[in-house]
């Protein structure tokens, strides 16, 4: 009934930029916390950033100051900034979302399928 797609992932020279896109669709009633997850081989996926439903932000350390997450609750989507990148950012990434359906009103867990980035150093 809810779905998430990324749009975005592609290729990038270290130093450059890229932005990442989520859009949820479905029977939505409404979006609670929204979150960008990453993983590279042979690492655990590690939370890169979260936006909330009051607007507040938060990101790894690994992160700060390069990467910049936000939301557009008319469209449902969820962004992600990224500059200055590393070839470290290397790692497919996802999205996630607390989603309450109008179906049921009760809030589960919702990924997308991931995209993949790549820094070239």
């Known amino acids: 009934q809810v779905q998430l797609v990324e749009s975005g992932g592609g290729l990038a020279q270290a130093g450059g930029s890229l932005e990442l896109s989520c859009a949820a669709s479905?029977?939505?009633?409404?979006?609670?916390?929204m979150e960008w997850y990453r993983q590279a081989p042979g690492k655990q996926r590690e939370l890169v950033a979260t936006v909330t439903s009051s607007g507040r932000t938060n990101y790894a350390d690994s992160v700060k100051g390069r990467f910049t997450i936000s939301r557009d609750n008319a469209k449902n989507t969820v962004y992600l900034q990224m500059s200055s990148l590393k070839s470290e950012d290397t790692a497919v990434y996802y999205c996630?979302?607390?989603?309450?359906?109008?179906?049921?009103?009760?809030?589960?867990?919702?990924w997308g399928q991931g995209t993949q980035v790549t820094v070239s150093s």
């Open positions: 996630a979302a607390g989603i309450a359906s109008s179906l049921s009103f009760t809030v589960r867990n919702y």
């Open positions: 479905g029977r939505i009633f409404r979006i609670n916390d």
